[in-house]
Every structure is written in structure tokens, then in C-alpha cells.
T-cell receptor, first 111, second 114 residues
Framework: GQQLNQSPQSMFIQEGEDVSMNCTSSSIFNTWLWYKQDPGEGPVLLIALYKAGELTSNGRLTAQFGITRKDSFLNISASIPSDVGIYFC???????????FGPGTRLSVLP | DAGITQSPRYKITETGRQVTLMCHQTWSHSYMFWYRQDLGHGLRLIYYSAAADITDKGEVPDGYVVSRSKTENFPLTLESATRSQTSVYFC?????????????FGPGTRLTVT
């Protein structure tokens, strides 16, 4: 099946630092989603992106739909301890199809 | 408001046993989904349902059975559990309008098959 790659796999940052992560594929997607999963919980939707080049913010989080439609980026500004968790991207190849999820980026924030 | 709940939260079963994982949502969402989460694989779709009595296979349906007699419930059954089905299982639901892809996930069921 289709595969999404996320990088980095994991990252350790200091509180207050900015964070960048990305999601790439060899296929063209028409929708990108970013989820966050806290330990022991289910994923929660953060941001949805619908067209190439789109830049969308949700508080300190900003995500972009790559121009090539094969990638997406998530940035977190001024990280805080509650940002700890696993961040997943998900892509949809065609409208109406189910989403493919990436393996996740595990974020740790050091005080 | 309960939202979406899963039971049990933890389950240990033996190879060959039948086990059913329950999912219940209180939003009257049309769509419901079952995923499994394994290290290095992210979330993989097992089955989904667009409405009561309508179900369809996802990416990894083998060894699983679903039913949806009521809109609010979407049980997942492992007919004869295998060790490869040890995983964390998530149920999700979403609305039927243009935002059907905004899925709301339950807390998960951690299943261990010995």
C-alpha cells in the first residue's frame, strides 16, 4: 500500500524552542491531516490541509501543504511540556478514499 | 458527554480464542473506523462503516470481522486470535457531511495475544 515517511522519528528539544517536522511520500495527495497522540490516548486532529501551498495555523502550530503535493510540514513555536507526544501525518490520495497514516514523530520537551 | 468509548481498555487472550472489542459513540456519527497501531507502522485501517449495516474492508482486514447493527456501536471481532494481532486498537468516528475525514478517536484497547 501507500507509504508515508515522517522525519525525524524522534526529537528532544528544550522548552521554548521551535520544532519542525515533515511528512513525505512518493505519491501525490489531495488532503493532509496532522494528529497528536498523548501517551495512553487516541490521536487528536490538529490541522487539516486541502490544497497545495496552503498554510494553516492552530495556536502555536502551523502546517503547510507542500507545493509538490507529496509532502507536508508541521511547525510548533515556543514549545511547552504539554507538546510532548507523537505527531502523525495522514494523507488522502483521492477524495472519498481512506487516509494513510505515517509512522509518527515522537517529541520530547526537556524543561 | 461520553463521546467515543472503547472496552475493554486492556485484554490478554490466548492464541485461537475469539475476542470482541467494543466501540460506542454518542454523537450519532455516520462513519466509524477500526485501526490498529503497531510500532513503526503508524495507524492502519482494518474496517470502516459508512452507516448502520454498511461495512467495508480497509488495508489489513484479514482475521477480523465487524458488524454495525446500530449507528452507535461498531464491534470488532478477532475470530481466532493470533500473536500477530497483538496491538493497540483504536476506534474512530466522523460525521457524514463534507468533514467526514475529521475523525475522532477513542482511547484505544491494548490487546495481547499469548
Amino acid at each position: 500500500g501507500q507509504q508515508l515517511n515522517q522525519s525525524p522519528q524522534s526529537m528532544f528539544i528544550q522548552e521554548g524552542e521551535d520544532v519542525s517536522m515533515n511528512c513525505t511520500s512518493s505519491s501525490i495527495f489531495n488532503t493532509w491531516l496532522w494528529y497528536k497522540q498523548d501517551p495512553g490516548e487516541g490521536p487528536v486532529l490538529l490541522i487539516a490541509l486541502y490544497k497545495a501551498g496552503e498554510l494553516t495555523s492552530n495556536g502555536r502550530l502551523t502546517a503547510q501543504f507542500g507545493i509538490t503535493r507529496k509532502d507536508s510540514f508541521l511547525n510548533i513555536s515556543a514549545s511547552i511540556p504539554s507538546d510532548v507526544g507523537i505527531y502523525f501525518c495522514a494523507g488522502q490520495l483521492k477524495y472519498g478514499q481512506n487516509f494513510v497514516f505515517g509512522p509518527g514523530t515522537r517529541l520530547s520537551v526537556l524543561p | 458527554d461520553a463521546g467515543i468509548t472503547q472496552s475493554p481498555r486492556y485484554k490478554i487472550t490466548e492464541t485461537g480464542r475469539q475476542v470482541t472489542l467494543m466501540c460506542h459513540q454518542t454523537w450519532s456519527h455516520s462513519y466509524m473506523f477500526w485501526y490498529r497501531q503497531d510500532l513503526g507502522h503508524g495507524l492502519r485501517l482494518i474496517y470502516y462503516s459508512a452507516a448502520a449495516d454498511i461495512t467495508d474492508k480497509g488495508e489489513v482486514p484479514d482475521g477480523y470481522v465487524v458488524s454495525r447493527s446500530k449507528t452507535e456501536n461498531f464491534p470488532l471481532t478477532l475470530e481466532s486470535a493470533t500473536r500477530s494481532q497483538t496491538s493497540v486498537y483504536f476506534c474512530a468516528s466522523s460525521e457524514s457531511d463534507g468533514r467526514w475525514y475529521e475523525q475522532y478517536f477513542g482511547p484505544g484497547t491494548r490487546l495481547t495475544v499469548t
